[in-house]
């Protein structure tokens, strides 16, 4: 079974339409991160979180927002889809003391 | 400021040797991380340096100068599998300790 996983794999919405995206990981690692990932472009941070009750901006949280329902739980929405959302994105997970980040499989999302 | 330099693209023969370069201007270098990605796939970890020098994992070697903001990627008796992008990611002080990362550079293996 997968250490990080990601829900949905594929989305395609509308502009103006609100979505969630889903990560879980039985990794037992305190820290999870949301990335986005566009071609020829490096991986972007969303926004981290340290442990449940701290929650933190990335480089390019605006547009999004995201909740730490669990240590194993991190989710991303999107409130208003808008078409330069369409991206690959990316959730990870690393460990206090480790700091190696293990990454889901992705979601591709369109946003039309 | 925060930068980070890939080669877009290389080309490797099948059984040769490639070297990826990255350099980087960072605020507060907190060390460096390099990580495989097939097209379509999640990146996955590679090496880690944070000391000068070269760190070696069976095929793959990694080294890094701090005073140059220089690493490299070492990758031999290469594999059709090994045809991925590789990504260089820096971890800053400045920045609360998270990656930054780089383009990636595109790896293509020809017979």
């Known amino acids: 079974d997968a250490d990080v996983t990601q829900t949905p794999r594929n989305r395609i919405t509308k502009t103006g339409k609100r979505i969630m995206l889903e990560c879980s990981q039985t990794k037992g690692h305190d820290r999870m991160y949301w990335y986005r990932q566009d071609p020829g472009l490096g991986l972007q941070l969303i926004y981290y979180s340290f442990d449940v009750k701290d929650i933190n901006k990335g480089e390019i949280s605006d547009g999004y927002s995201v909740s730490r329902q669990a240590q194993a739980k991190f989710s991303l929405s999107l409130e208003s889809a808008i078409p330069n959302q369409t991206a690959l994105y990316f959730c990870a997970t690393s460990d206090h003391a480790q700091e190696t980040q293990y990454f889901g499989p992705g979601t591709r999302l369109l946003v039309l | 400021g925060q930068n980070i330099d890939q080669p877009t693209e290389m080309t490797a023969t099948e059984g040769a040797i490639v070297q990826i370069n990255c350099t980087y201007q960072?605020?507060?270098?907190?060390?460096l991380f390099w990580y495989q990605q097939h097209a379509g796939e999640a990146p996955t970890f590679l090496s880690y340096?944070?000391l000068d020098g070269l760190e070696e994992k069976g095929r793959f070697s990694s080294f890094l100068s701090r005073s140059k903001g220089y690493s490299y990627l070492l990758l031999k008796e290469l594999q059709m599998k090994d045809s991925a992008s590789y990504l260089c990611a820096v971890r800053e002080e400045d920045s609360n300790y998270q990656l930054i990362w780089g383009a990636g550079t595109k790896l293509i293996i020809k017979p």
């Open positions: 340096n944070v």
């Open positions: 960072t605020s507060g270098f907190n060390g």
